[in-house]
């Protein structure tokens, strides 16, 4: 009789063993899920930006002008007729982009396939509806904060995305200075004011955001969300908001500056964009001061390629 006995099973040293290799494949393959997932998001965050390029250019065909950046960050939304269904709603069609106190993402929503929410007559739940088309997906999912300084009160929904206002600039939408693509509502900018060329001039890019409380708490980039009109919410600049001889402000990677500069950031290794022309541009963290200030004018009259800002 064979008194042999087949072994079953592994022993603690095997076992371990087995352990350790999957998880050094583990280790090595984790770093390269994380690139394609992030390069999946670089992707995501691009056709956002695409698609809200090609609103502008539709509003356009439709308006004859780029929507506008609204008015004071202070304002309810403006429809053809006042208040008349209880305090924070309007009833009535909205106005159009030259009187609109909402800003440029609001002003779109009928040329993004979102008629029905530009429409909606309560402010407040418009202001409180996450647009996924307005986030970018290496940052955040849909974000509300709490906001009580402005009319109407309530949560709002956050954006990741800012216009270019130009050169630099203030938040009091009677300023003359601005020389963006992006001006406050009561002036008019179409395809022919953009004399630098629409596939030279930033239109719209990742806005810079304090990392620390992007999901958790709101600072003063990030609190009145995607409806607001004239603001660092939803406007930038190249040297943002500390005047004209102010330092050029490139963009940066999300940090916690704290600062309320009206500056252009991001989660990726470069800014996405969309210019003018409705082409996306990843640019660079490392672009010269120069060129970036060049992007940011409609008509400056300066000369740029592609090497500039690619």
């Known amino acids: 009789m064979n008194d042999f006995k087949q072994r079953k099973g592994f022993t603690l040293i095997e076992l371990l063993v087995v352990i350790a290799i999957i998880a050094i494949l583990?280790?090595?393959?984790?770093p390269a899920v994380q690139k394609?997932?992030?390069?999946?998001?670089?992707?995501?965050?691009?056709?956002?930006?695409?698609?809200?390029g090609i609103a502008f250019q539709v509003h356009h065909d439709q308006m004859g002008a780029f929507a506008s950046g609204g008015l004071n960050w202070s304002s309810n939304r403006t429809t053809t007729i006042a208040a008349d269904s209880g305090p924070g709603?309007?009833?009535?069609t909205p106005t159009d982009y030259q009187t609109q106190a909402w800003g440029w993402a609001y002003q779109l929503l009928p040329y993004m396939e979102?008629?029905?929410?530009?429409a909606n007559p309560d402010p407040a739940a418009v202001a409180g509806t996450s647009l996924s088309l307005m986030l970018c997906p290496s940052l955040r999912g849909?974000?509300?904060f709490n906001y009580t300084g402005s009319i109407p009160n309530g949560m709002r929904a956050q954006m990741d995305y800012v216009g270019n206002g130009g050169t630099w600039g203030n938040f009091d939408p009677n300023n003359n200075s601005f020389d963006g693509p992006l001006k406050p509502s009561g002036r008019k900018v179409n395809l022919n004011d953009i004399k630098d060329?629409?596939?030279n001039t930033l239109l719209i890019g990742e806005k810079y955001l304090n990392i620390k409380q992007a999901?958790?708490?709101?600072?003063?980039?990030?609190?009145?969300?995607?409806t607001d009109g004239w603001d660092n919410d939803t406007v930038c600049f190249a040297r943002g908001t500390g005047g004209a001889a102010g330092t050029i402000l490139v963009p940066q990677y999300h940090g916690s500056l704290?600062?309320?500069?009206?500056?252009?950031g991001t989660a990726h290794t470069t800014l996405t964009t969309v210019f003018c022309v409705c082409s996306v541009h990843n640019i660079a963290l490392t672009i010269n001061p120069n060129a970036w200030l060049y992007l940011s004018t409609i008509s400056g009259g300066e000369v740029l390629n592609g090497t500039d800002y690619n």
Do not use: M, Y
Request: net charge positive.
């Open 26 to 30: 583990i280790g090595l393959l984790l």
């Open 36 to 52: 394609v997932r992030e390069a999946s998001n670089k992707i995501k965050c691009g056709n956002n930006l695409k698609q809200v």
């Open 89 to 92: 709603v309007q009833s009535g």
């Open 114 to 118: 979102l008629g029905n929410l530009w």
């Open 142 to 144: 849909p974000t509300k």
């Open 197 to 199: 060329g629409t596939s």
């Open 215 to 226: 999901t958790t708490s709101p600072d003063c980039n990030d609190d009145q969300g995607w």
């Open 258 to 264: 704290g600062t309320c500069g009206g500056i252009f």
